[in-house]
Protein backbone atom coordinates (compact mmCIF):
# COMPACT_ATOMS: atom_id res chain seq x y z
CA UNK A 1 0.00 0.00 0.00
CA UNK A 2 2.78 2.19 0.40
CA UNK A 3 4.59 1.35 -1.79
CA UNK A 4 1.59 2.39 -4.43
CA UNK A 5 0.84 5.52 -2.70
CA UNK A 6 4.70 6.73 -2.73
CA UNK A 7 4.69 5.54 -6.73
CA UNK A 8 1.26 7.60 -7.57
CA UNK A 9 2.79 10.87 -5.71
CA UNK A 10 6.24 10.31 -7.65
CA UNK A 11 4.37 10.04 -11.24
CA UNK A 12 2.12 12.41 -10.94
CA UNK A 13 4.42 15.61 -9.49
CA UNK A 14 5.25 16.03 -12.74
CA UNK A 15 2.09 15.66 -14.22
CA UNK A 16 0.72 18.06 -11.86
CA UNK A 17 3.51 20.59 -12.59
CA UNK A 18 2.70 20.38 -15.83
CA UNK A 19 -1.05 21.69 -15.57
CA UNK A 20 0.80 24.89 -14.21
CA UNK A 21 -1.86 27.86 -15.02
CA UNK A 22 -4.76 25.52 -16.08
CA UNK A 23 -8.60 25.15 -14.38
CA UNK A 24 -7.49 21.06 -14.07
CA UNK A 25 -4.92 21.65 -11.86
CA UNK A 26 -7.08 21.99 -8.72
CA UNK A 27 -9.13 18.73 -9.43
CA UNK A 28 -6.23 17.21 -10.47
CA UNK A 29 -4.70 18.33 -6.79
CA UNK A 30 -8.27 17.19 -4.86
CA UNK A 31 -8.04 14.07 -7.27
CA UNK A 32 -4.25 12.86 -5.54
CA UNK A 33 -5.10 13.94 -2.22
CA UNK A 34 -8.75 11.76 -2.02
CA UNK A 35 -6.41 9.11 -3.46
CA UNK A 36 -3.92 9.22 -0.47
CA UNK A 37 -6.40 9.49 1.46
CA UNK A 38 -7.92 6.30 0.87
CA UNK A 39 -4.42 4.92 0.65
CA UNK A 40 -4.16 6.51 4.61
CA UNK A 41 -7.33 4.72 5.67
CA UNK A 42 -6.26 1.23 3.67
CA UNK A 43 -2.64 1.16 5.53
CA UNK A 44 -4.75 2.04 9.07
CA UNK A 45 -7.86 -0.89 8.13
CA UNK A 46 -4.45 -2.52 7.85
CA UNK A 47 -2.70 -2.04 11.24
CA UNK A 48 -5.47 -2.10 12.95
CA UNK A 49 -6.46 -5.69 11.13
CA UNK A 50 -2.76 -6.87 12.56
CA UNK A 51 -3.05 -5.29 15.96
CA UNK A 52 -6.72 -7.36 16.45
CA UNK A 53 -5.27 -10.43 14.79
CA UNK A 54 -1.82 -10.42 17.35
CA UNK A 55 -4.17 -9.73 20.29
CA UNK A 56 -5.64 -12.75 19.31
CA UNK A 57 -2.19 -14.77 18.87
CA UNK A 58 -0.81 -13.82 21.99
CA UNK A 59 -4.51 -14.43 23.61
CA UNK A 60 -4.12 -17.95 22.36
CA UNK A 61 -0.07 -18.58 23.22
CA UNK A 62 0.86 -16.41 26.13
CA UNK A 63 -2.39 -17.44 28.15
CA UNK A 64 -2.01 -20.77 27.38
CA UNK A 65 1.68 -20.79 28.39
CA UNK A 66 0.28 -19.00 31.77
CA UNK A 67 -2.06 -21.81 32.57
CA UNK A 68 0.41 -24.66 32.10
CA UNK A 69 2.51 -22.52 34.31
CA UNK A 70 0.00 -22.76 37.03
CA UNK A 71 -0.87 -26.32 36.03
CA UNK A 72 2.95 -27.52 36.42
CA UNK A 73 3.77 -25.32 39.57
CA UNK A 74 0.59 -26.72 40.86
CA UNK A 75 1.88 -30.08 40.46
CA UNK A 76 5.26 -29.30 41.56
CA UNK A 77 3.81 -28.66 45.19
CA UNK A 78 1.53 -31.00 45.25
CA UNK A 79 4.74 -33.69 44.54
CA UNK A 80 6.70 -31.79 47.28
CA UNK A 81 4.06 -32.25 49.63
CA UNK A 82 3.57 -35.99 48.83
CA UNK A 83 7.89 -37.21 49.43
CA UNK A 84 8.90 -38.50 52.30
CA UNK A 85 11.45 -36.50 54.98
CA UNK A 86 14.28 -38.05 53.81
CA UNK A 87 13.54 -36.35 50.58
CA UNK A 88 13.52 -32.62 52.40
CA UNK A 89 17.16 -34.29 54.40
CA UNK A 90 18.58 -34.62 50.85
CA UNK A 91 17.64 -31.31 49.33
CA UNK A 92 17.90 -28.06 50.38
CA UNK A 93 15.13 -25.54 50.53
CA UNK A 94 16.47 -23.02 48.19
CA UNK A 95 17.35 -25.46 45.59
CA UNK A 96 13.51 -26.68 45.82
CA UNK A 97 12.34 -23.16 45.53
CA UNK A 98 13.95 -22.29 42.84
CA UNK A 99 12.51 -25.41 40.70
CA UNK A 100 9.12 -24.36 41.79
CA UNK A 101 10.16 -20.77 40.98
CA UNK A 102 12.58 -19.88 38.38
CA UNK A 103 12.60 -23.11 36.49
CA UNK A 104 9.16 -23.05 36.31
CA UNK A 105 9.33 -19.79 34.73
CA UNK A 106 12.38 -20.23 32.51
CA UNK A 107 9.88 -23.20 30.98
CA UNK A 108 6.85 -21.14 31.23
CA UNK A 109 8.93 -18.38 28.50
CA UNK A 110 9.71 -21.18 25.99
CA UNK A 111 6.28 -22.35 26.01
CA UNK A 112 4.92 -18.33 25.81
CA UNK A 113 7.05 -15.95 23.92
CA UNK A 114 9.78 -18.55 22.13
CA UNK A 115 6.71 -20.04 20.77
CA UNK A 116 4.86 -17.07 19.78
CA UNK A 117 7.98 -15.39 18.25
CA UNK A 118 9.03 -18.25 16.84
CA UNK A 119 5.87 -18.89 14.38
CA UNK A 120 6.49 -14.99 14.24
CA UNK A 121 9.84 -15.40 12.75
CA UNK A 122 9.00 -18.02 10.21
CA UNK A 123 5.62 -16.39 9.20
CA UNK A 124 7.29 -13.23 8.72
CA UNK A 125 10.11 -14.41 6.65
CA UNK A 126 8.19 -16.44 4.23
CA UNK A 127 6.08 -13.49 3.63
CA UNK A 128 8.24 -10.91 3.64
CA UNK A 129 11.21 -12.48 1.71
CA UNK A 130 8.82 -13.67 -0.85
CA UNK A 131 7.81 -10.47 -1.06
CA UNK A 132 10.90 -8.71 -1.55
CA UNK A 133 12.11 -11.95 -4.07
CA UNK A 134 8.99 -10.65 -6.13
CA UNK A 135 10.42 -7.20 -6.71
CA UNK A 136 14.66 -7.46 -6.53
CA UNK A 137 16.42 -10.75 -6.21
CA UNK A 138 19.46 -8.01 -6.38
CA UNK A 139 18.15 -5.40 -4.05
CA UNK A 140 16.86 -8.31 -1.40
CA UNK A 141 20.59 -9.83 -0.83
CA UNK A 142 22.22 -6.51 -0.29
CA UNK A 143 19.47 -5.60 2.34
CA UNK A 144 19.22 -8.91 4.07
CA UNK A 145 23.35 -9.16 4.12
CA UNK A 146 23.90 -7.79 7.49
CA UNK A 147 20.89 -9.10 9.33
CA UNK A 148 22.90 -12.98 9.67
CA UNK A 149 25.89 -10.91 11.51
CA UNK A 150 23.01 -9.17 13.43
CA UNK A 151 21.39 -12.18 14.46
CA UNK A 152 24.63 -13.91 15.74
CA UNK A 153 26.25 -11.36 17.42
CA UNK A 154 22.85 -10.36 19.10
CA UNK A 155 23.01 -14.56 20.04
CA UNK A 156 26.61 -14.58 21.16
CA UNK A 157 25.66 -11.18 23.56
CA UNK A 158 22.50 -13.02 24.54
CA UNK A 159 24.58 -16.08 25.97
CA UNK A 160 27.00 -13.69 27.80
CA UNK A 161 23.96 -11.56 29.72
CA UNK A 162 22.46 -14.91 30.44
CA UNK A 163 25.58 -16.23 32.04
CA UNK A 164 26.02 -13.15 33.69
CA UNK A 165 22.44 -12.89 34.82
CA UNK A 166 22.55 -16.57 36.68
CA UNK A 167 25.90 -15.45 38.59
CA UNK A 168 23.82 -12.07 39.35
CA UNK A 169 20.62 -14.67 40.76
CA UNK A 170 23.03 -16.74 42.61
CA UNK A 171 25.09 -13.74 44.31
CA UNK A 172 21.44 -12.06 44.88
CA UNK A 173 19.96 -15.56 46.48
CA UNK A 174 23.41 -15.52 48.01
CA UNK A 175 22.51 -12.13 49.65
CA UNK A 176 18.81 -13.01 50.44
CA UNK A 177 20.02 -16.00 52.45
CA UNK A 178 22.59 -13.96 54.56
CA UNK A 179 19.60 -11.47 55.58
CA UNK A 180 17.27 -14.11 56.32
CA UNK A 181 19.01 -15.95 58.77
CA UNK A 182 20.25 -12.28 60.28
CA UNK A 183 17.25 -11.33 60.47
CA UNK A 184 16.13 -15.10 61.87
CA UNK A 185 19.15 -14.78 64.09
CA UNK A 186 19.14 -11.10 65.51
CA UNK A 187 18.94 -12.35 69.01
CA UNK A 188 22.02 -13.88 68.82
CA UNK A 189 23.63 -11.25 66.35
CA UNK A 190 22.96 -8.80 69.36
CA UNK A 191 23.56 -11.02 72.01
CA UNK A 192 27.67 -11.42 70.59
CA UNK A 193 27.64 -7.93 69.74
CA UNK A 194 28.28 -9.01 65.90
CA UNK A 195 26.16 -5.93 64.26
CA UNK A 196 29.72 -4.69 62.83
CA UNK A 197 30.99 -7.51 61.22
CA UNK A 198 27.99 -8.93 59.87
CA UNK A 199 27.65 -5.25 58.21
CA UNK A 200 30.98 -5.90 56.92
CA UNK A 201 30.04 -8.80 55.97
CA UNK A 202 26.97 -8.13 54.35
CA UNK A 203 28.90 -4.96 52.57
CA UNK A 204 31.30 -7.00 51.17
CA UNK A 205 29.05 -9.61 49.25
CA UNK A 206 26.73 -5.74 48.53
CA UNK A 207 29.94 -5.16 46.30
CA UNK A 208 30.37 -7.93 44.76
CA UNK A 209 26.74 -8.11 43.57
CA UNK A 210 27.19 -4.63 42.61
CA UNK A 211 30.01 -5.01 40.46
CA UNK A 212 28.59 -7.77 38.67
CA UNK A 213 25.40 -5.89 38.11
CA UNK A 214 27.73 -3.18 36.57
CA UNK A 215 29.64 -6.11 34.24
CA UNK A 216 25.98 -6.81 33.27
CA UNK A 217 25.01 -3.14 32.90
CA UNK A 218 27.97 -3.01 30.18
CA UNK A 219 26.79 -5.82 28.61
CA UNK A 220 23.39 -5.00 27.63
CA UNK A 221 24.60 -0.70 26.83
CA UNK A 222 26.36 -2.75 23.44
CA UNK A 223 22.91 -4.69 23.15
CA UNK A 224 21.22 -1.51 21.56
CA UNK A 225 23.60 -0.07 20.06
CA UNK A 226 24.74 -3.07 17.60
CA UNK A 227 21.15 -3.48 16.85
CA UNK A 228 20.49 0.05 15.84
CA UNK A 229 24.38 -0.21 13.88
CA UNK A 230 23.57 -3.18 11.19
CA UNK A 231 19.70 -1.86 11.17
CA UNK A 232 21.08 1.20 10.05
CA UNK A 233 23.71 -0.59 7.61
CA UNK A 234 20.87 -2.61 5.89
CA UNK A 235 18.45 1.02 5.38
CA UNK A 236 21.42 2.17 3.80
CA UNK A 237 22.45 -0.57 1.72
CA UNK A 238 18.64 -0.72 0.48
CA UNK A 239 18.24 2.74 -0.24
CA UNK A 240 21.40 3.25 -2.27
CA UNK A 241 21.66 -0.04 -4.23
CA UNK A 242 17.76 0.79 -4.60
CA UNK A 243 18.49 3.90 -6.00
CA UNK A 244 20.97 3.03 -8.09
CA UNK A 245 18.31 0.50 -9.63
CA UNK A 246 15.42 3.15 -9.49
CA UNK A 247 17.83 5.15 -12.20
CA UNK A 248 18.49 2.14 -13.74
CA UNK A 249 14.39 1.77 -14.48
CA UNK A 250 14.75 -1.63 -12.85
CA UNK A 251 12.23 -0.75 -9.60
CA UNK A 252 10.57 2.35 -8.67
CA UNK A 253 10.55 4.93 -5.93
CA UNK A 254 8.00 2.95 -3.90
CA UNK A 255 9.88 -0.09 -3.96
CA UNK A 256 12.76 1.42 -1.76
CA UNK A 257 10.36 2.72 0.67
CA UNK A 258 8.43 -0.81 0.38
CA UNK A 259 11.92 -2.46 1.68
CA UNK A 260 12.74 -0.39 4.32
CA UNK A 261 9.38 -1.00 5.85
CA UNK A 262 10.31 -5.00 5.10
CA UNK A 263 13.32 -4.53 6.90
CA UNK A 264 12.34 -2.87 9.71
CA UNK A 265 9.38 -5.91 9.50
CA UNK A 266 12.45 -8.41 10.11
CA UNK A 267 14.39 -6.74 12.74
CA UNK A 268 13.13 -7.80 16.13
CA UNK A 269 12.78 -11.41 14.06
CA UNK A 270 16.07 -11.65 13.23
CA UNK A 271 17.30 -10.22 16.74
CA UNK A 272 14.65 -12.55 18.53
CA UNK A 273 16.59 -15.54 17.06
CA UNK A 274 19.46 -15.25 19.44
CA UNK A 275 17.09 -14.33 22.41
CA UNK A 276 15.06 -17.40 21.50
CA UNK A 277 17.71 -20.10 21.12
CA UNK A 278 18.87 -18.90 24.29
CA UNK A 279 15.46 -19.46 26.53
CA UNK A 280 15.04 -22.57 24.42
CA UNK A 281 18.29 -23.86 26.03
CA UNK A 282 17.48 -22.67 29.48
CA UNK A 283 14.02 -24.46 29.45
CA UNK A 284 15.59 -27.44 28.35
CA UNK A 285 17.73 -27.15 31.50
CA UNK A 286 15.07 -26.15 33.54
CA UNK A 287 12.89 -28.91 32.59
CA UNK A 288 15.54 -31.59 33.28
CA UNK A 289 15.94 -29.85 36.81
CA UNK A 290 11.94 -30.14 37.12
CA UNK A 291 11.43 -34.00 35.70
CA UNK A 292 14.07 -34.73 38.68
CA UNK A 293 11.94 -34.11 41.16
CA UNK A 294 8.73 -34.97 39.55
CA UNK A 295 10.33 -38.22 38.88
CA UNK A 296 11.50 -39.05 42.35
CA UNK A 297 8.66 -41.29 43.77
CA UNK A 298 7.46 -40.93 47.82
CA UNK A 299 9.12 -43.59 49.99
CA UNK A 300 6.15 -43.41 52.00
CA UNK A 301 2.75 -44.03 49.91
CA UNK A 302 -0.88 -45.08 50.99
CA UNK A 303 -2.23 -48.55 49.77
CA UNK A 304 -5.33 -48.11 50.57
CA UNK A 305 -8.41 -45.37 51.65
CA UNK A 306 -10.31 -45.96 54.61
CA UNK A 307 -11.69 -43.33 57.08
CA UNK A 308 -12.69 -46.14 60.36
CA UNK A 309 -11.63 -44.72 63.73
CA UNK A 310 -8.73 -46.58 65.78
CA UNK A 311 -8.99 -47.66 69.21
CA UNK A 312 -5.40 -47.40 70.11
CA UNK A 313 -3.79 -50.54 70.26
CA UNK A 314 -0.10 -50.30 69.16
CA UNK A 315 2.48 -52.90 68.83
CA UNK A 316 5.73 -53.41 68.22
CA UNK A 317 7.26 -56.27 66.89
CA UNK A 318 11.06 -56.41 66.71
CA UNK A 319 11.45 -52.92 64.52
CA UNK A 320 14.46 -52.60 63.35
CA UNK A 321 15.16 -48.87 61.75
CA UNK A 322 18.32 -47.58 60.01
CA UNK A 323 18.12 -43.69 58.67
CA UNK A 324 18.35 -43.87 54.65
CA UNK A 325 20.34 -40.86 54.06
CA UNK A 326 23.25 -40.94 57.36
CA UNK A 327 22.85 -44.88 57.66
CA UNK A 328 22.67 -44.27 61.44
CA UNK A 329 20.79 -47.10 63.29
CA UNK A 330 18.29 -45.48 65.37
CA UNK A 331 15.89 -48.02 66.64
CA UNK A 332 17.34 -51.79 67.27
CA UNK A 333 14.80 -54.83 68.09
CA UNK A 334 11.95 -53.16 70.12
CA UNK A 335 8.68 -54.93 70.86
CA UNK A 336 6.03 -53.37 73.13
CA UNK A 337 2.67 -53.96 73.19
CA UNK A 338 0.20 -50.92 73.87
CA UNK A 339 -3.29 -51.68 74.95
CA UNK A 340 -6.16 -49.21 73.97
CA UNK A 341 -6.54 -46.42 76.90
CA UNK A 342 -3.28 -47.07 78.13
CA UNK A 343 -1.02 -44.29 78.73
CA UNK A 344 2.92 -45.21 77.77
CA UNK A 345 6.17 -42.73 78.84
CA UNK A 346 9.48 -43.32 76.66
CA UNK A 347 12.25 -41.70 78.52
CA UNK A 348 15.91 -42.14 77.52
CA UNK A 349 19.04 -39.96 76.56
CA UNK A 350 19.22 -37.56 74.16
CA UNK A 351 19.63 -39.55 70.43
CA UNK A 352 17.94 -42.87 72.24
CA UNK A 353 15.59 -42.81 69.53
CA UNK A 354 12.46 -41.59 71.30
CA UNK A 355 11.61 -39.10 68.54
CA UNK A 356 12.20 -41.58 66.02
CA UNK A 357 9.40 -43.91 67.43
CA UNK A 358 6.80 -41.24 67.02
CA UNK A 359 8.02 -40.64 63.56
CA UNK A 360 7.79 -44.21 62.49
CA UNK A 361 4.10 -44.64 64.42
CA UNK A 362 2.63 -41.03 61.57
CA UNK A 363 4.69 -43.09 59.09
CA UNK A 364 7.31 -40.34 58.47
CA UNK A 365 9.36 -43.28 57.70
CA UNK A 366 8.87 -46.96 57.02
CA UNK A 367 10.62 -49.83 59.88
CA UNK A 368 14.07 -50.92 57.89
CA UNK A 369 12.84 -54.55 59.50
CA UNK A 370 9.87 -56.51 61.99
CA UNK A 371 6.67 -54.27 61.49
CA UNK A 372 4.37 -51.85 63.76
CA UNK A 373 0.45 -52.81 64.23
CA UNK A 374 -1.99 -50.69 64.95
CA UNK A 375 -5.55 -52.32 65.88
CA UNK A 376 -3.98 -55.64 64.73
CA UNK A 377 -3.27 -54.68 61.34
CA UNK A 378 0.51 -53.34 59.78
CA UNK A 379 0.52 -49.41 59.71
CA UNK A 380 1.38 -50.05 55.99
CA UNK A 381 -1.85 -51.26 55.50
CA UNK A 382 -3.66 -47.97 56.93
CA UNK A 383 -5.04 -45.83 54.90
CA UNK A 384 -2.50 -43.24 55.52
CA UNK A 385 -4.11 -39.84 55.44
CA UNK A 386 -6.65 -41.35 58.11
CA UNK A 387 -4.01 -42.56 60.45
CA UNK A 388 -2.22 -38.90 60.33
CA UNK A 389 -5.70 -37.31 60.87
CA UNK A 390 -6.26 -40.23 63.71
CA UNK A 391 -3.43 -39.46 65.71
CA UNK A 392 -2.66 -36.01 67.51
CA UNK A 393 1.41 -35.05 67.13
CA UNK A 394 3.05 -32.66 68.63
CA UNK A 395 6.60 -33.06 67.78
CA UNK A 396 9.47 -31.76 69.27
CA UNK A 397 10.82 -29.15 67.19
CA UNK A 398 7.59 -26.41 66.80
CA UNK A 399 6.27 -24.80 63.87
CA UNK A 400 4.18 -22.26 63.91
CA UNK A 401 2.65 -20.34 60.85
CA UNK A 402 2.97 -16.96 59.96
CA UNK A 403 -0.37 -16.74 60.59
CA UNK A 404 -2.76 -15.94 63.51
CA UNK A 405 -2.87 -17.78 66.22
CA UNK A 406 -6.69 -18.39 65.85
CA UNK A 407 -5.76 -20.28 62.22
CA UNK A 408 -2.64 -21.66 64.06
CA UNK A 409 -4.50 -23.62 66.35
CA UNK A 410 -7.31 -24.57 63.98
CA UNK A 411 -4.69 -26.02 61.78
CA UNK A 412 -5.26 -29.06 63.28
CA UNK A 413 -9.29 -28.55 62.48
CA UNK A 414 -10.00 -26.32 59.84
CA UNK A 415 -13.58 -26.02 60.27
CA UNK A 416 -13.16 -25.41 64.28
CA UNK A 417 -15.48 -22.73 65.78
CA UNK A 418 -14.44 -19.92 67.21
CA UNK A 419 -15.54 -21.89 70.76
CA UNK A 420 -13.47 -24.71 70.07
CA UNK A 421 -10.57 -22.94 69.47
CA UNK A 422 -10.75 -20.49 72.79
CA UNK A 423 -11.61 -23.94 74.62
CA UNK A 424 -8.45 -25.74 73.43
CA UNK A 425 -6.09 -22.85 74.00
CA UNK A 426 -7.57 -23.10 77.75
CA UNK A 427 -7.21 -27.08 77.45
CA UNK A 428 -3.78 -26.10 76.97
CA UNK A 429 -2.78 -23.34 79.58
CA UNK A 430 -2.47 -20.70 77.10
CA UNK A 431 -5.78 -18.95 76.82
CA UNK A 432 -4.70 -16.03 79.29
CA UNK A 433 -1.56 -15.65 77.28
CA UNK A 434 -3.61 -15.06 74.01
CA UNK A 435 -6.07 -13.28 75.92
CA UNK A 436 -3.02 -10.81 77.32
CA UNK A 437 -1.79 -9.90 73.44
CA UNK A 438 -3.11 -7.08 71.70
CA UNK A 439 -5.12 -8.67 68.91
CA UNK A 440 -5.82 -11.66 70.57
CA UNK A 441 -6.47 -14.64 69.19
CA UNK A 442 -6.13 -12.41 65.98
CA UNK A 443 -2.54 -11.80 67.03
CA UNK A 444 -0.56 -12.71 63.89
CA UNK A 445 2.32 -14.82 64.60
CA UNK A 446 5.72 -14.22 63.09
CA UNK A 447 8.01 -16.25 61.01
CA UNK A 448 7.98 -19.89 62.37
CA UNK A 449 6.74 -18.31 65.59
CA UNK A 450 9.20 -15.70 66.64
CA UNK A 451 6.55 -13.33 68.47
CA UNK A 452 5.69 -16.00 70.92
CA UNK A 453 8.04 -17.23 73.61
CA UNK A 454 8.79 -20.98 73.37
CA UNK A 455 6.41 -22.09 76.17
CA UNK A 456 3.84 -20.07 74.31
CA UNK A 457 4.74 -22.19 70.65
CA UNK A 458 4.66 -25.27 72.70
CA UNK A 459 0.93 -24.89 74.45
CA UNK A 460 -0.16 -23.34 70.62
CA UNK A 461 0.98 -26.19 69.44
CA UNK A 462 -1.06 -28.85 72.12
CA UNK A 463 -3.57 -27.20 71.18
CA UNK A 464 -3.75 -27.98 67.64
CA UNK A 465 -2.69 -31.32 68.04
CA UNK A 466 -6.21 -31.72 70.72
CA UNK A 467 -8.68 -29.72 68.45
CA UNK A 468 -8.73 -32.59 66.54
CA UNK A 469 -9.88 -34.88 68.52
CA UNK A 470 -7.45 -37.72 67.85
CA UNK A 471 -7.97 -41.58 69.03
CA UNK A 472 -4.12 -41.86 70.00
CA UNK A 473 -1.79 -38.48 70.93
CA UNK A 474 2.06 -38.54 71.05
CA UNK A 475 3.78 -35.86 72.75
CA UNK A 476 7.50 -35.55 72.35
CA UNK A 477 8.71 -33.57 74.97
CA UNK A 478 6.13 -30.91 74.60
CA UNK A 479 6.45 -29.24 77.93
CA UNK A 480 10.35 -28.58 78.16
CA UNK A 481 9.49 -24.50 77.69
CA UNK A 482 6.85 -24.50 80.50
CA UNK A 483 7.28 -23.54 83.65
CA UNK A 484 5.62 -26.15 86.63
CA UNK A 485 2.61 -24.43 87.35
CA UNK A 486 1.24 -24.59 83.59
CA UNK A 487 2.75 -28.01 83.24
CA UNK A 488 0.74 -28.63 86.17
CA UNK A 489 -2.57 -27.38 84.56
CA UNK A 490 -1.82 -28.69 81.35
CA UNK A 491 -1.06 -32.32 82.68
CA UNK A 492 -4.38 -32.27 84.46
CA UNK A 493 -6.20 -31.65 81.45
CA UNK A 494 -4.27 -34.82 79.92
CA UNK A 495 -5.62 -36.78 83.42
CA UNK A 496 -8.95 -36.30 82.27
CA UNK A 497 -8.81 -35.76 78.04
CA UNK A 498 -6.13 -38.81 77.82
CA UNK A 499 -8.41 -41.19 80.01
CA UNK A 500 -9.75 -43.18 76.86
CA UNK A 501 -7.55 -42.32 74.62
CA UNK A 502 -4.13 -43.97 73.92
CA UNK A 503 -1.23 -41.54 74.54
CA UNK A 504 2.55 -41.62 74.05
CA UNK A 505 4.41 -39.19 76.19
CA UNK A 506 8.42 -39.22 75.16
CA UNK A 507 9.93 -36.69 77.73
CA UNK A 508 13.51 -35.83 79.68
CA UNK A 509 11.51 -35.73 83.30
CA UNK A 510 9.17 -37.73 84.91
CA UNK A 511 5.84 -36.54 85.16
CA UNK A 512 3.96 -37.71 88.96
CA UNK A 513 1.11 -36.21 88.11
CA UNK A 514 0.24 -38.67 84.77
CA UNK A 515 -0.27 -42.57 85.63
CA UNK A 516 1.34 -44.19 83.00
CA UNK A 517 0.76 -47.92 82.42
CA UNK A 518 3.63 -48.53 81.28
CA UNK A 519 6.99 -46.87 81.37
CA UNK A 520 10.13 -47.82 78.96
CA UNK A 521 14.01 -46.66 79.16
CA UNK A 522 15.22 -46.25 75.31
CA UNK A 523 19.48 -46.33 75.16
CA UNK A 524 21.19 -46.41 71.40
CA UNK A 525 17.30 -47.82 70.05
CA UNK A 526 16.90 -50.37 72.74
CA UNK A 527 14.87 -51.01 75.25
CA UNK A 528 16.90 -51.12 78.62
CA UNK A 529 14.27 -50.69 81.72
CA UNK A 530 10.57 -51.14 81.09
CA UNK A 531 7.62 -51.55 83.67
CA UNK A 532 5.63 -49.28 85.75
CA UNK A 533 6.98 -46.27 87.90
CA UNK A 534 6.91 -48.47 91.25
CA UNK A 535 8.64 -51.37 89.34
CA UNK A 536 11.32 -48.67 87.74
CA UNK A 537 12.37 -47.39 91.24
CA UNK A 538 12.67 -51.04 92.38
CA UNK A 539 15.45 -52.04 89.51
CA UNK A 540 17.82 -49.18 90.77
CA UNK A 541 18.78 -47.88 87.23
CA UNK A 542 18.38 -45.17 85.01
CA UNK A 543 15.16 -44.53 85.79
CA UNK A 544 15.22 -44.31 89.68
CA UNK A 545 18.57 -42.03 89.20
CA UNK A 546 16.41 -39.72 87.14
CA UNK A 547 13.47 -39.81 89.46
CA UNK A 548 15.89 -39.08 92.48
CA UNK A 549 17.91 -36.41 91.00
CA UNK A 550 14.49 -34.53 90.00
CA UNK A 551 13.35 -35.05 93.59
CA UNK A 552 16.37 -33.37 94.57
CA UNK A 553 15.84 -30.53 92.31
CA UNK A 554 12.43 -29.83 93.32
CA UNK A 555 12.93 -30.54 97.30
CA UNK A 556 15.41 -27.97 97.06
CA UNK A 557 13.60 -25.41 94.88
CA UNK A 558 10.88 -25.65 97.48
CA UNK A 559 13.42 -25.20 100.03
CA UNK A 560 13.97 -21.65 98.37
Known amino acids: MIREALDLVVENIGLYRNFDGFELKADLFQLLGQSLLVFGVLVLILALLMGVFMYFMRQTIIVMSRLIEYDLRKELFHHYERLSLAFYKRNNTGDMMSRITEDVNKVRMYLGPAILYGINLLSLFVLVISSMLSVSVELTLYALAPLPILSISIYYVSNLINKKSEVIQQQLAHLNSVSQEVYSGIRVVKSYVQEKPMVGYFRKESENYKDKSLSLAKVNAAFFP ?146 IKIDQKDLR ?175 SQTDL
Open 226 to 371: LMLLLIGASTILTVYVGGLQVVSGNITAGNIAEFVIYVNMLTWPVTALGWISSIIQQAAASQKRINEFLKTKPDIESLVQDSTALTGHIQFENVHFTYPDTGIKAINGISLDLKPGQKMAIIGKTGSGKTTIADLLVRMYDVTDGS
Open 381 to 555: KHDLANLRKKIGYVPQDVFLFSDSIAHNIAFGKRDASEEEIKEFAKHAAVYDDIMGLSEQFQTMVGERGVTLSGGQKQRVSIARALIKRPDIVILDDCLSAVDTNTEKQILGYFSDALSDKTAIIITHRIYSLLQFDKIIVLDEGKIVEQGTHEELIEQKGYYADLYEKQRMEET
